[in-house]
């Protein structure tokens, strides 16, 4: 029998969330994201459940390639556009669109030939400071491209660092929308702003965000990019990671438990073991305390995550026993919560799901 960890990836929620994207933005088209795997749920997985997307987006060419092979025939980005002029022919042979962020992308693209002209997206950088051109040299660059006989569109795109925290002290969204804005004035091509945080201020926000294309990833798949929680934002969660128990020890006041023996038991108390541990993706850093439901009941992480396993408080939870059902985030047990709890966020759990899990379409 195979280990009892699985990870079930609900192909409806995907739909469903794909769907509450589009209803923020009626108008816009949608990038469906599923870089990273999409988000550790499979590619092809991310591929059925974004059917309705308008396109598909990631950051991998290869899984780009991929895609194609599967059988997507809607429009393809390569978010970090070409790594290599290999990477443009590639691109050229299966009609594939790549963002373009820095000088060094633009002189490979004037000087790789291609026989069939592909789409950019030029990134502007607004304020966040990682990839794009200042709003300053964002026409000349405009320009260089439109020169470039194998260039089809040009988009023009930029990516928000706080749209989680409209108001933030450092970095507003209304400064980034700014600044765009000024670059991009006059300039023709439809306009790419928005990833899962943006597009779920838009309703709020109105037409100071007015984009033709939005980018949404995590709200895809069920996370809360934050502000509210998941379900407060309507969200359904698309991977629920359970396991079961496969012992369970009696202690006493005085015993510790796990590696480091970081927990002491007060008082008399039974431990469970869970087939799960950060060789599943698992974040080893959960402290005590970190929520997990087994037989549906919400209980606690205690003692130190292990590679295989993972050991929780059964005090409230007197019937569990081997074989008892364990959730460790998804359908009942929020996986932001786990994220929380472990000093990170959502995003990082899913894509950290090890390849060593089952996974079941459910
Ligand atoms: C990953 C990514 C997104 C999606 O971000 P989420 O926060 O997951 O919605 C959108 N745009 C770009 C450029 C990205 O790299």
Redesign the pocket.
Known sequence: MPRPIVAHIHLAAMQHNLARAKACAPGAKAWG?V?ANAYGHGLERGMRGFAAADGL?L?EPDNAVRLRELGWTKPILL?EGWFDSADLLAMAEHDIEGSVHCVEQLEMLERTPLARPINVHLKMNTGMNRLGFRPSDYAAVHARLRAIPHVGSITLMT?FANADELHHPCMPLAEQVRRFNAGAAGLPGARSLC???GILHMPELGDSLATDWI?????LYGGT?GGKSAEEFGLKPTMTLTSELIGVQEIGPGDYVGYGSRFKAEQAMRIGVVACGYADGYPRHAPVDTPILVDGVRTRLVGRVSMDMLTVDLSNVPNARVGSKVVLWGEGMPIDEVATAAGTIG?ELMCALAPRVAVVEA
């Open positions: 994201v870089k987006a950051i978010l990516h990833n899962s945080a980018r949404p990833g995590i709200m990019p995003y």
